[in-house]
T-cell receptor, first 113, second 112 residues
Framework: DAGVIQSPRHEVTEMGQEVTLRCKPI?????LFWYRQTMMRGLELLIY????????DSGMPEDRFSAKMPNASFSTLKIQPSEPRDSAVYFC???????????FGSGTRLTVV | KQEVTQIPAALSVPEGENLVLNCSFT??????LQWFRQDPGKGLTSLLL?????REQTSGRLNASLDKSSGRSTLYIAASQPGDSATYLC???????????FGQGTTLQVKP
């Protein structure tokens, strides 16, 4: 089991550019979560999917953020246009069912300059 | 709204000490609670998962307890080692919202 796979590991981009973060959940897990981690706010849930359907996106900061899960093995988080305040580590996590714990990916460190 | 608090924010102990990390949550309607470890610049590694019906879970030198009625969980680390130095995060999975909410973490330093 390769775990939750995120790409890229690091991303540096200029303000105003589009950024796409990618996640491959563990095979068989039916829930996928996107979190953002900053020093000031800690870990915040942005959005989560159940069986590829977005269930709760109330944590998405603004319309510049969007997430998709076209199939059970792939999800993207897109920021357009990016701003310096979006700089953070973005984590993807997946889970098999409510009784089971979450497995996190290694994260994508985003820097917007 | 579920809020998770961890005390202390930072802890420094000499090697060999037994220590307790504290976690409190405001909404007792949790499905389970999970403890994670995060090394600097790394992702989160799951340590222990406690279901709401359980009182504690053990893995090696780690023991986590859960008291839903008081809204508290503790992580006990026995015979601490320098390799235990990391940030420890607790997260409560709310039955009401279906969300996993994290505390701010306790950063532990174990000195040789």
């Amino acid at each position: 089991d390769a775990g939750v796979i995120q790409s890229p590991r690091h991303e540096v981009t200029e303000m105003g550019q589009e950024v796409t973060l990618r996640c491959k959940p563990i095979s068989g897990h039916n829930s996928l979560f996107w979190y953002r981690q900053t020093m000031m706010r800690g870990l915040e849930l942005l959005i989560y999917f159940n069986n590829n359907v977005p269930i709760d996106d109330s944590g998405m900061p603004e319309d510049r953020f969007s997430a998709k899960m076209p199939n059970a093995s792939f999800s993207t988080l897109k920021i357009q246009p990016s701003e310096p305040r979006d700089s953070a580590v973005y984590f993807c996590a997946s889970r098999a069912d409510r009784e089971y714990g979450y497995t996190f990916g290694s994260g994508t460190r985003l820097t917007v300059v | 709204k579920q809020e998770v608090t961890q005390i202390p924010a930072a802890l420094s102990v000499p090697e060999g000490e037994n220590l307790v990390l504290n976690c409190s949550f405001t909404d007792s309607a949790i499905y389970n609670l999970q403890w994670f470890r995060q090394d600097p610049g790394k992702g989160l590694t799951s340590l222990l998962l406690i279901q709401s019906s359980q009182r504690e879970q053990t893995s090696g030198r780690l023991n986590a307890s859960l008291d839903k009625s008081s809204g508290r969980s503790t992580l006990y680390i026995a015979a601490s080692q320098p390799g235990d130095s990391a940030t420890y995060l607790c997260a409560a999975f709310s039955s009401n919202t279906g969300k996993l909410i994290f505390g701010q973490g306790t950063t532990l330093q174990v000195k040789p």
